[in-house]
Structure formats: structure tokens, C-alpha cells
């Protein structure tokens, strides 16, 4: 590879051995490569590694145009000896794998000239946790936010929902029961309460209230809630179950485990308006031991898949945004999602959405498993 490059040569007493400083950028971790005119002279194999080419040749003299944005690309010219330490453009951008793996990359870059030629040396390294930290951070202020202007009119807004309702009342109990004025203040009522129930949701969302914390199996919450969610999906949707035996303890509040269940089966009936198959599944697993020699990490799944008409990239990458939703004026609030995350990880677990246009939806959730020590010693505590 290096035969294409200007030969390093020592020209100052002292310097370093060509060999050893080839052989020290080789063993680099991150990613280098040097560019002539856009083109590739050199890239090390940590740059082959990330992007997913194991025959270094092949990425000789090939253009860098299909790897980066435009910004990245250009080479600075016009650079004299004095300038060797201009930078070019640097910055981020999301690139993906063969494998659909989306990483967020970091880009350096600076020009330097060689014996009248000029070159690029790029770096690049994998940046998507910051990315994912960064994102959960602007969440949960966004979500601070939300909690300071709900409760700052949540109080005052149910105080007018608690009159327009007892009004209602009052005028219910005098009105005939074939009046055609009692059907449209029970609809007035009705209206109340689900203005009621959407205030409560949101409370939900930005203070999630303190709940009873206790080991159980999750399949004692599923199966308890099962005849519920038979009658809310209709009859043109089958609900099936397939709950693992020997499922291991959680520690939540059931409650809010039941309430998760509900919001994403419903989420799922709403996307199969024609019919279709809800499944419920629940199951154990293990990650291997962590790098820093940790204990494996034991965990508990509860997964609802659809056979809906799924969510394209775009959506799926904004499902759980609060009050983010692809439903019908009237037909949701797009809290949903975002309350199931925030209470899966106050417990320490996670939830996932894979879903394709056309091939359904799967949302799952891990919770971490009580270990058996841990069993006898379960109580209920507040959180």
C-alpha cells in the first residue's frame, strides 16, 4: 500500500525509522487514511475494519466520494510551507453498514504538502453512544420542561373539568332518560373525562408518580389483564400469548407494567384496522460478560408484535418522542411510547421498536432479572 505514496524519508538528524512510524499509524485504533485529489493512497486497518473493507488494495487510488458528505471531501490547496498545519472541514455525520448498523461518525481532517504534492490525512472514530447520550439528554430536559408546564396548569384545568362535570351531573339527574338533551350531555360528560384522563397522562409522562416496587414474574401481570385487552382489540384481531414457563422475577410496580401492555397493544390494533394477530410473548436471557469483567447480565423480555402496516426509518426513529404520533386528530396524543420508556428505565431496563413498512411491529422491553438471592429478600418498597 505505501509503494503509491510519497516515500518517507528521514531528512532531520533524528528522526524517527519510516518503518516505525508506518508500523505505529498500522497499529493505530482509530482510523486514518491519507488522500491525494480525493483518492485514497493510504488507509490503515482500522479504516478498512470500519468501513467494511478487508482487501486493503482495493481501496487503492478509489475515490472517498461514497464514504463521506461532500464537506469532507475537499482537499485545501493552495497551501504554502508556512501552512502545513491547516486544518480542512471537520464535523459529523451518520453513515451505515452493510448489515443496516447506523453508526455516527466524528471527522478530522488537515492538509499538509509533500515534496510539491498535496495530501488530506483523515480521521475518523465511532461517536454514536455521545450521539445517543447527547439525544437522551435534550430528551429529558424536553421532558423537564413538559413536567414544569403541566403542573403549572394541571391543577387549574381539572378544577374546570371537576365544574363542567358536576354541572352535567346536575343536569343529568333532571333530565328523562329518552331525552335526546340527556345523550348530549352525557356526551359533554364524556368528553370531561377524557380531558381528565389526558391530564393525568400527561402528569404521567413529565412526574411519573411513586408506585409499589416489588419482585413478581411479569407473565402474572400479562395473564391477569388478558380477557381486558381481548374485548378492547375487537373481534377482527386474534390476541395470542406465549409466555415463558420459567420466567425469572422483575422488581417494578405490576400496575405500571399492565399500563406499558395496554398502551402497546392498543398502539398495535390501531395499526391494523382491517384485521390481523397480536402476539404477546415473554422470555429470559443473558448478555455475555462485559469487557470489564463484570458478572453477565441476566434480563426478562416482554415483547408485543403486530402484523400492521409497520413504520417506515423516519417514524421509527421518532416513535418514542413525546407527543409524537402518526394517528388521526382525536385518536391518540403520542404519549404513549414515551411514558412506557420513561417507566422501563427508571427500573434500569430497555425498550426497543423494530418494525418495516408493510411487515408489522415488535416492541420489546428488558428488565433487569431479580437474582435468587435477592428473591427471598424481595419486599415492597416505595420509590
Known sequence: MMNAMVPLRPNIAGSPDPAILLAAVEALPGSLAILASGRVVYANPAWCEMFECPDRMQLQGKEVEHMFPAPWLAVETGAGAGEQDESGPDGQFAHTRRDGTHLHLEVTSAGFQLRGCEFQVMHT?????????????REEQS?????????????????????????????????????????HVQEMRMAGEQGTAMVQQLL????????????????HAITAIEDLLTRMI??????STALAADLGQVKMDPAQVQQILLNLVLNA??????????????????????????SE??????????????????????AFEPFFTTKSPGRGNGL?????????????GTIIAESEPGKGTRVSLRLPRVQPD??????????
Open 125 to 137: 472514530r465511532d461517536v454514536s453512544r455521545q450521539a445517543q447520550a447527547e439525544k437522551r439528554l
Open 374 to 383: 435477592q428473591n427471598s429478600k424481595a419486599r415492597k418498597v416505595m420509590l
Open 336 to 348: 404513549g411510547l414515551s411514558t412506557a420508556r420513561r417507566l422501563v428505565r427508571q427500573e434500569g
Open 204 to 219: 404521567v409522562v413529565a412526574r411519573p408518580p411513586a408506585g409499589e416496587c416489588h419482585a413478581f414474574v411479569l407473565n
Open 143 to 183: 421532558m423537564e420542561a413538559v413536567g414544569r408546564l403541566v403542573g403549572g396548569v394541571a391543577h387549574d384545568f381539572n378544577n374546570l373539568l371537576t365544574g363542567i362535570m358536576l354541572y352535567c351531573d346536575l343536569l343529568l339527574g333532571e333530565l328523562r332518560e329518552d331525552s335526546r338533551s340527556r345523550r
Open 297 to 318: 447480565s441476566q434480563w426478562v423480555e416482554l415483547a408485543v408484535a403486530d402484523t400492521g402496516s409497520g413504520m417506515d426509518s423516519e417514524t421509527l426513529d421518532r
Open 269 to 294: 390494533r390501531d395499526a391494523m384496522p382491517g384485521g390481523g394477530r397480536i402476539a404477546v410473548s415473554t422470555r429470559n436471557g443473558t448478555d455475555p460478560v462485559s469487557i470489564n469483567g463484570e
Open 234 to 239: 375487537g373481534e377482527n384481531i386474534v390476541l
